[in-house]
């Protein structure tokens, strides 16, 4: 499926968490934290008052609580404005 965010929309798929600690111990699905960093898969058209600054492809940090999950063709996506994404690495 193909999908264009609207306005100052960016979808990003964020990085797979961790699955091992530094010594090898296998972390439960229940303890992972969140990825805070993702790749841009779209990105809308921006609006008269926002330039899109990031373009698709870019790794892109963002806040913890940023953006809305939506699931499509069966992988995890966020779907935030421009605004949330705090940095390009």
Known sequence: MH????????????????????????IPDTAK?????GKVVAVGPGTKDIKMEVKEGDVVLYGKYSGQEIQIDGEEYLIMRQADILAII
């Open 3 to 26: 999908v264009k965010p609207l306005s100052d929309r960016v979808l990003i798929l964020p990085n797979p968490a961790e699955e091992k600690t530094a010594g090898g111990l296998y």
């Open 33 to 37: 934290e969140k990825p805070l960093a």
